[in-house]
């Protein structure tokens, strides 16, 4: 698959206003090429032609040459009306991981539509009959292989600059007084009830998948794959779909799940600076635990919004949803103050 | 939610932890209608028994800051009164003049100074 070279260099505007203009582009292209190309073929194709097949070579699953036309464009323009959409709104652009998956997506998911259009074509070419279309499987196999490297290169160029780490003034870190005498501690606890939902359709699915394989009902092997999927997505939406936020005299403590257990706790001395900020799911990547290799920079992502970040005395920054935060940031400032200060 | 006690503060434990949801209110970090962190999140912060939270918390709703609803936990129905708030700023001033040895008649002698 040929691909133009996305651009390099983004400053904001400029890179969008190129980004949505190789995407249209880029767009109508393969939208004219997933219509032209049957319609110039249509002579040598049966009707219907032979659109889905189970495993073997042999065709199960057929379709009108019009629905096949209709679903292949549909399928692209689904993809593309989606990519523009996010490109417009803005946000997806301006952080390096958004970015790297939108050009991935542009055109490794081109290279999916066009590359399963091509192959039904060409199992289909000259075939009497649609049970005659035969399509070896390894032909699927290289067609996702190669729309997945077209589109690890298109995000590979199109990744533009490194996330710049946001400047902040020491003057703009808030910070609260602490009298003598006075305890003084912060809480936020944030869940997520679409994570929570995930969680429990994972885990439900374990356990009717475990009931099934013991009542004989489920092959083991099947029983062991999807237990493999379902625990741990389970697990992990169990310690990351909710998190309790602590700031006491000893620093700052996360706590992982419903019952703030396991936790992290991060003393008062080994933190630089502590400051609120607003984050949202596109910037970081998406949702959960989300960090960029080598920007040592982690997000714990739960919802859009308040977030609690701390500068660690090492570097390193560490981001958590958490509500209120900007007075949990004024403590936990406080507490630093103090235990420098001693 | 922020939450300070004094230590010296001779009033029962729960009144003064009523005394601090009651400044978190007030003090705009919750408003109406948000959920607050639950009972156990804040009593394990405090290093205190959960159910002394819990009593804090009744009062609370008894006096109609809080609404407690089945599945959903504790959340902010209105802001504290006028009265409620002076009346927790005014102990917080007492307890500072203490610590510089000033009792409450000269605390109200320096308040009709200045006003």
């Known amino acids: ?342 | 939610m922020l939450l300070t006690l004094d230590l010296n503060d001779p009033r029962p434990l729960h009144e003064q932890v009523a005394g601090a949801i009651r400044r978190a209110i007030a003090d705009g970090s919750y408003a109406p209608g948000d959920r607050l962190p639950p009972a156990r999140d804040l009593a394990g912060a405090l290093g205190i028994n959960a159910n002394t939270v819990l009593r804090a918390l009744r009062e609370l709703r008894d006096e109609g800051l809080l609404e407690f609803r089945r599945g959903r936990g504790v959340s902010v129905l209105s802001r504290p009164d006028a009265h409620a708030v002076l009346v927790e700023a005014a102990r917080e001033l007492l307890a500072e003049a203490d610590r510089y040895g000033y009792g409450p008649e000269e605390v109200i002698h320096i308040i009709r100074e200045i006003s």
Do not use: C
């Open chain 1, 1 to 342: 698959m040929t691909s133009p070279t996305p651009v390099q260099s983004p400053p904001s505007s400029v890179s969008r206003g190129r980004a949505v203009a190789v995407a249209a582009v880029w767009g109508v292209l393969v939208t004219a090429t997933l219509a032209a190309v049957p319609l110039a073929l249509r002579d040598r194709l049966p009707d219907p032609m032979a659109t889905h097949w189970s495993g073997g070579s042999v065709p199960d699953g057929n379709m009108s040459f019009t629905g096949n036309l209709v679903v292949a464009v549909a399928l692209w323009a689904v993809i593309w009306a989606t990519l523009l959409g996010l490109a417009l709104h803005g946000a997806v652009l301006r952080g390096r991981l958004p970015r790297v998956h939108w050009w991935g997506f542009l055109f490794g998911g081109a290279g999916f539509a066009l590359g399963m259009e091509g192959v039904t074509l060409n199992a289909n070419l000259d075939a009497a009959t649609w049970r005659e279309a035969l399509l070896p499987g390894w032909h699927v196999a290289a067609v996702i292989a190669v729309s997945a490297a077209a589109g690890a290169l298109a995000g590979y160029l199109g990744r533009g600059e490194p996330d710049r780490a946001p400047v902040r003034p020491p003057a703009d870190k808030p910070i609260m007084r602490l009298r003598p005498g006075q305890r003084a501690v912060w809480v936020s606890r944030v869940s997520n009830p679409w994570l929570i939902a995930l969680t429990s359709a994972s885990l439900l699915t374990a356990v009717i998948v475990t009931a099934l394989a013991a009542l004989g009902v489920l092959e083991a092997t099947a029983a062991w794959i999807a237990l493999a999927v379902s625990v741990p997505i389970g697990l992990l939406g169990i310690a990351t779909s909710t998190v309790q936020t602590r700031v006491d005299a000893e620093g700052l403590r996360v706590g992982f799940g419903p019952w703030g257990r396991p936790a992290r706790r991060t003393p008062a001395g080994a933190i630089e600076s502590a400051w609120a900020e607003l984050r949202s799911p596109t910037e970081v990547g998406g949702w959960g635990v989300r960090t960029m290799p080598g920007s040592g920079r982690i997000t714990l992502m739960l919802r859009g919004g308040d977030h609690l970040v701390i500068r660690r005395a090492g570097g390193g920054e560490f981001a958590v949803s958490a509500d209120d935060a900007e007075r949990g940031a004024a403590l936990l400032n406080a507490y630093i103050a103090e235990t420098s200060g001693s």
